[in-house]
C-alpha cells in the first residue's frame, strides 16, 4: 500500500465518523515561540486545548507534516528516525473519550483492506498503557478483547504526556506492531522496540500540571474540565509496516531517492544482512542520511524555509549539508542534489502537487546552497592544511579542540571530516576539547529555549477574556468609528479595573474599529474617548485568535472596566495604510512580471506611505531591472484597476491560483484580494483602496540583500512619494546651481569631476610619499648608534606610524643592524611602532620582543614589525627610551 493511500484512508476512516479534514499547517511554527517547526500534529490546535480559542468542530482529523532534529546523530542509525514525517492525528476536543479513541484506531488497523482499512494481523498489535490506568487496561481487554499479556502497563516517562510547561497533561496508549523474531526479542515493547514497532499513540488528555524539572516529575494538580483526545500515528512508521520494508527510509517515499544516491556513488545498499537498522553497515547509513535529508530540504524550502545561519534557516543549511557530506564520504565530489532534488519532488508531490509546480523556486535554494558549501569545504581544507602544518612545525601532533570548534562553527566544516583528514596527516584531534565546546554551546541553547517556554502561560488572561465574553466584534473593514464597551484592562499583562492619566494599558473592547497589525499591515492609530476620558491608542494586536488588545496611553481622566467609550481610527492614517498595501500587492505583481513567476514574496510590512517586501530571488537587482519594477507598478495605477475583495473556500482559492505566503496557516474560509482580476490575486486580510489609481505615485527607494536568497524591494506610496520625488528633484536643482550645469548634463559633468578628484588624489598620494621618502632618509642619516646597530627614535603624528618607520629602516644599510621606533600621540594616548631589518634580527633583536618591553609585555605583530598602544600620551618618549635601552643590552649580549 503506497504511503499515499495510507494517508487517504487514515483521512477517509476518521471523516466517515464524523471528524473534520483539517489541512496540514506549514513547516515553520510562526504562532509558537517554542518552536522553530511544527513537530507534533496536535501543534495546530494547542490554542483550543489550553482554552485559548473555542475550536470550530468537536472532532479533527489531519495529517500534519512535522520536523524533528533532537535526535538528527540517529537517522540511518534505526527503523524510525527521521527528520521530516507526516503524523496522522485525530482529534476530540471535548467530546469523545478513551473508549471511543481506542475504538476508532482498532478499527482502522484490523478492517481487512478491500472494506477501507490496514488489514494488520490483530495477533500483532501490542497496546501499552501507563501503569495507574486501569480504565484503558480495561477498554483493551474487555472491549477489545486482548489477553492481558498482551497490554502492557509502563511508567509516566513514555507513557504520560505534557507539552513540557504547566497546562494540559494525561496517560497515553501506544499501539506497538510486532514484525517478527528476525528483529529482535520476543516479550513486548518492554523488552524489545525494533521487534515492537510503536506506530500510534493515543493520548488521553485529561489532567492539569504544574511546574516540574524534567519529563517525569512534575505534580499533577487536577482534572481539566473538558476531557480532549490527542492521537498521532506516524505515516511512515505504518507505510513501513504495510509495504513490508525493514524501515522508512525504504517506503516509497524515501527509497527512490536513496536508489538514485547507490546509482550516483557506485556503493550497494544492505550490506549488513541485518533487518536491524542499528546493525546496519556505515554505507547503508549514509546512504538513509542522504535520502532523509534531501526530502526533508525538499519539504522545508517548499514551505518557504531558506537556508542562513541562524533560526530555522541555520536548521535547513544543517540538513542539506549533512546530506552532501555524507555522499562525499560515499565517494561522489561532483553537486548531487540536481540528481537527488527531481527524485524526491516526484515521490512527495502526490502527496503535495505543490511541489511540481514550485520546483524552480525550491531547486534554485536546493543547488545554491550545495554550490556554496562545496566552496566552503574546499576554503576549510585549506585552513585545516594549515593549521596542520602550523602543528608540525611546532613538533606537536593534536588538533586543539578550539580550532576544531571554530572550523565547525564558523566554517561549518564538520568534525568527521577534520578527523578524517587530521588522521591521514598522522595528527589526532583533541575531540574532548571540541565536545566541552559543543555541550557549551547546547546548553545556551537550551537554556534560551527554557526562557521562551512561559509564552502559553502569559496568554492565560487574553483566554479569560476570550472565554467570558467570546471573540471581539471587529468591525475594520466597515467603519472608521464605534462606540463600544471597555471589557478589560491590563497592565503589565494583569487584569486591573481602572487606569489614569499617563498610564499604558491594554484594553479590551467589545467591538473595535481598528485595525490589528497582521499580514505585514502595521496596526491602525487612532483615539479612545469617553465620557471624563481620553486615550491615545498606540498599537493594536490579537494576543489570541479572535481577541483584539488595544495598547493605549491616557492622555486625561481616568478609565474603568465597564465604560462606554467612542472608538476612532485616525482617517489619514487609514487611507495611507490602505495605499501602502495594496502598493505592496502592485510591487509584489511587477516583480512577478518581470523576474518570472519564482520570485514570490517572503514577508512583507506596510505603513502609511511605506512598503517593504522581501522575495525569493538569488542576486541584486540591477538599476534597469528596478526601474522597469517601478514602470510597472506604476502602469498599473495609471490603468485604474478594480480591487475586489472575495470570501470563498480555501481550495477555490488555490484553483483560482491566489498567492498564500509562506508559513501561513489560513482557516478553510479565506478572504482573497483581486487587482484587475488575475493580474494580482492574494489571500489578505488587509485594508485595501477600490481602484489601483488611490495609490498615487509609487517610487522604489531601496533593494538589498536580507540572507541568502533573500532580497527586500522597499517603496515609497501616495504623498509621501510625491514629497520623496519633491526631495530629489531639489537636490538635482541644488547640484545643478552650484555646478552651473543644465541637469541634462549633470552625470557628465559630475563623472568629469570624479575623474579630475581621483587624479588629483594620486598626485597627492605620490608627492606624499616622495615627501616621506625624503625625511625617512634624512632620519635614517641622523641614526644613533647603539653598539654598531643604528637605532632611529621619533616622536610623530603627521604620518601613518607603520609607513614611516618602514621607510626609515629601508634606508638604512642592509649590512647594518638597524631598529626604527615610531611613537604617535593621538587622542591623548601614545601608541608604538617598532621594526628591524635583517641583519637587526641576526643579531637576536625581534620587533616583537621590543613592544613587549616597552609596554610591560602588551603588543602583538612579528619579528619584523610590531606595534602596541594604550599608554599614557605623556609616556611617549619614556616608550623610546626603554626600546633603546633594550637594543643596547641585546646587541651587547647582557
Not at 513486548?188 to 517525569?216: C, H, S
Not at 546512504?287 to 524555509?305: E, K, N
Not at 522575495?615 to 528596478?626: A, D, P
Request: with cysteine; glycine share 10%; net charge negative.
Amino acid at each position: 500500500m503506497r504511503t499515499a493511500e495510507v494517508k487517504r484512508r487514515f483521512l477517509a476512516h476518521f471523516e466517515k465518523n464524523g471528524h473534520t479534514v483539517v489541512p496540514s499547517a506549514p513547516l515553520p511554527a510562526i504562532d509558537d515561540p517554542n518552536l522553530l517547526f511544527i513537530n507534533a500534529g496536535m501543534v495546530q490546535f494547542v490554542p483550543y486545548f489550553l482554552g485559548q480559542a473555542t475550536p470550530p468542530y468537536s472532532r479533527a482529523v489531519s495529517v500534519q507534516k512535522c520536523i524533528r532534529t533532537p535526535d538528527i546523530d540517529e537517522v540511518g542509525k534505526t527503523s524510525r528516525h527521521g527528520t521530516f514525517f507526516q503524523m496522522n492525528g485525530n482529534f476530540s476536543f471535548g467530546d469523545y473519550f478513551k473508549s471511543e479513541a481506542i475504538r476508532f484506531a482498532w478499527d482502522l488497523c484490523t478492517t481487512p483492506v478491500d472494506k477501507g482499512g490496514y488489514g494488520l494481523d490483530p495477533d500483532r498489535i501490542w497496546p501499552t498503557v501507563y501503569f495507574e490506568d486501569d480504565e484503558a487496561f480495561d477498554i483493551w481487554e474487555r472491549e477489545i478483547g486482548l489477553p492481558k499479556e498482551r497490554i502492557t502497563r509502563l511508567g509516566k516517562g513514555p507513557n504520560f504526556w505534557s507539552m513540557g510547561i504547566p497546562g494540559p497533561c494525561g496517560p497515553c496508549s501506544e499501539l506497538f506492531y510486532d514484525r517478527g523474531p528476525q528483529y529482535g526479542e520476543a516479550g513486548g515493547p518492554a523488552v524489545d522496540e525494533d521487534r515492537y514497532m510503536e506506530f500510534w499513540n493515543l493520548v488521553f488528555m485529561q489532567n492539569i500540571r504544574g511546574e516540574g524539572t524534567d519529563k517525569e516529575n512534575y505534580p499533577i494538580l487536577g482534572d481539566l474540565p473538558a476531557k480532549n483526545i490527542d492521537t498521532g500515528m506516524g505515516l511512515e512508521r505504518m507505510a513501513s509496516v504495510l509495504q513490508g520494508v525493514d524501515n522508512l527510509y525504504e517506503i516509497d517515499e524515501v527509497r527512490p531517492i536513496l536508489d538514485r544516491a547507490t546509482e550516483l556513488t557506485g556503493v550497494k545498499y544492505g550490506v549488513s544482512k541485518s533487518q536491524v537498522a542499528s546493525e546496519s553497515h556505515p554505507n547503508d547509513v549514509r546512504l538513509r542520511v542522504i535520502a532523509d535529508h534531501v526530502r526533508t530540504g525538499l519539504m522545508l524550502i517548499g514551505d518557504g524555509v531558506t537556508p542562513s545561519n541562524e533560526g530555522r534557516g541555520y536548521v535547513l543549511r544543517r540538513i542539506l549539508r549533512r546530506a552532501v557530506r555524507a555522499i562525499r564520504l560515499l565517494g561522489f565530489e561532483e553537486p548531487a542534489f540536481p540528481h537527488l532534488f527531481p527524485v524526491a519532488r516526484d515521490c512527495m508531490s502526490p502527496s503535495y502537487p505543490e511541489l511540481e509546480s514550485d520546483y524552480e523556486r525550491i531547486s534554485q535554494y536546493a543547488y545554491g546552497e550545495e554550490e556554496a558549501f562545496l566552496s566552503t569545504l574546499r576554503a576549510g581544507t585549506t585552513i585545516l592544511d594549515t593549521a596542520v602544518a602550523d602543528l608540525k612545525g611546532e613538533g606537536k601532533s593534536e588538533l586543539p579542540g578550539k580550532r576544531a570548534f571554530e572550523l565547525h562553527d564558523t566554517y561549518g566544516f564538520p568534525i568527521d571530516l577534520t578527523l578524517e583528514m587530521a588522521a591521514e596527516q598522522g595528527l589526532t584531534v583533541d575531540e574532548k576539547g571540541f565536545r566541552a565546546l559543543m555541550t557549551e554551546q547546547r546548553q545556551r541553547a537550551k537554556a534560551d529555549a527554557a526562557a521562551r517556554k512561559s509564552a502559553h502561560a502569559d496568554m492565560s488572561a487574553y483566554g479569560t477574556f476570550l472565554t467570558e465574553h467570546g471573540p471581539t466584534d471587529w468591525v475594520a473593514y466597515e467603519t472608521l468609528e464605534s462606540d463600544a464597551k471597555v471589557l478589560g484592562i491590563l497592565a503589565a499583562g494583569k487584569p486591573v479595573e481602572s487606569a489614569g492619566e499617563g498610564d499604558i494599558v491594554e484594553i479590551i473592547l467589545d467591538r473595535t474599529p481598528f485595525y490589528a497589525e497582521s499580514g505585514g499591515q502595521h496596526a491602525d492609530a487612532g483615539s479612545l474617548t469617553g465620557q471624563g476620558f481620553t486615550g491615545s491608542v498606540l498599537d493594536v494586536q490579537r494576543p489570541v485568535k479572535k481577541l483584539i488588545a488595544h495598547k493605549v496611553q491616557v492622555t486625561g481622566g481616568e478609565i474603568a472596566v465597564g465604560q462606554t467609550v467612542h472608538a476612532a481610527v485616525d482617517p489619514e492614517w487609514r487611507v495611507g495604510a490602505r495605499q501602502a498595501h495594496s502598493g505592496t500587492h502592485v510591487v509584489h505583481a511587477a516583480l512577478r512580471q518581470v523576474l518570472g513567476p519564482s520570485a514570490l514574496q517572503s514577508g512583507s510590512f506596510n505603513r502609511p506611505g511605506y512598503l517593504r517586501l522581501d522575495f525569493s530571488w538569488r542576486k541584486g537587482l540591477s538599476n534597469e531591472t528596478r526601474s522597469e519594477v517601478e514602470e510597472v507598478a506604476n502602469r498599473a495605477v495609471r490603468k485604474d484597476l478594480p480591487v475586489a475583495v472575495e470570501y470563498m473556500p480555501l481550495g477555490r482559492a488555490r484553483e483560482l491560483g491566489a498567492l498564500a505566503l509562506f508559513g501561513e496557516t489560513y482557516d478553510e474560509e479565506v478572504r482573497v484580494v483581486e487587482i484587475g482580476g488575475e493580474w494580482s490575486r492574494e489571500l489578505c486580510g488587509g485594508t485595501h483602496v477600490a481602484h489601483s489609481s488611490q495609490i498615487g505615485p509609487m517610487v522604489v527607494t531601496a533593494e538589498s540583500s536580507v540572507g541568502s536568497g533573500q532580497r527586500r524591494i522597499e517603496a515609497a506610496t501616495g504623498i509621501e512619494a510625491y514629497q520623496y520625488l519633491a526631495r530629489e528633484r531639489d537636490l538635482v536643482t541644488r547640484i545643478s546651481e552650484e555646478l552651473g550645469a543644465p541637469r541634462g548634463e549633470l552625470a557628465e559633468r559630475v563623472s568629469a569631476l570624479v575623474a579630475r578628484l581621483k587624479d588629483a588624489e594620486r598626485a597627492s598620494a605620490k608627492l606624499n610619499e616622495q615627501l616621506l621618502g625624503a625625511e625617512a632618509a634624512e632620519r635614517a642619516a641622523s641614526a644613533s648608534d647603539i653598539a654598531g646597530a643604528a637605532f632611529v627614535a621619533v616622536v610623530d603624528d603627521s604620518h601613518d606610524s607603520r609607513k614611516l618607520a618602514q621607510a626609515i629602516r629601508d634606508h638604512i644599510a642592509q649590512s647594518r643592524p638597524g631598529v626604527v621606533a615610531v611613537a604617535a600621540t593621538k587622542g591623548g594616548k601614545a601608541s608604538l611602532v617598532v621594526t628591524v631589518n635583517a641583519a637587526a634580527k641576526a643579531k637576536g633583536l625581534s620587533a616583537k620582543e621590543l613592544v613587549k618591553a616597552a609596554f610591560g609585555g602588551r603588543g602583538g605583530g612579528s619579528d619584523d614589525v610590531a606595534q602596541g598602544g594604550g599608554a599614557p600620551a605623556s609616556e611617549a618618549n619614556g616608550l623610546l627610551s626603554t626600546v633603546g635601552e633594550q637594543v643596547g643590552r641585546i646587541v651587547a649580549g647582557e
